[in-house]
């Protein structure tokens, strides 16, 4: 899964979160996420593709939105 902003780090993601921004997530096709989950643990993977990926995270949803980074 992806985070709606293309962060191009891990650290930007985890202060926008701390930061309390409102952090979406989506799903680039079907696999099997439909509907997405809006609880419990995620994983989030970036930047967006056709780039590499150089990094992922485990994260906290509540509410649809991510409420934290482990």
Known sequence: MYTRTNYKTKKEL???VKAGKRVEYFHPNDMG????PREGT????GPHSPKP?????QCEA??????KVK
Request: charged letters at 20%.
């Open 53 to 57: 990926h150089m990094w992922y995270a």
């Open 42 to 45: 995620i994983f989030i993977e």
């Open 14 to 16: 985890i202060a926008d």
């Open 33 to 36: 996420f439909s509907p997405l």
């Open 62 to 67: 509540k509410d649809g939105s991510i409420v």
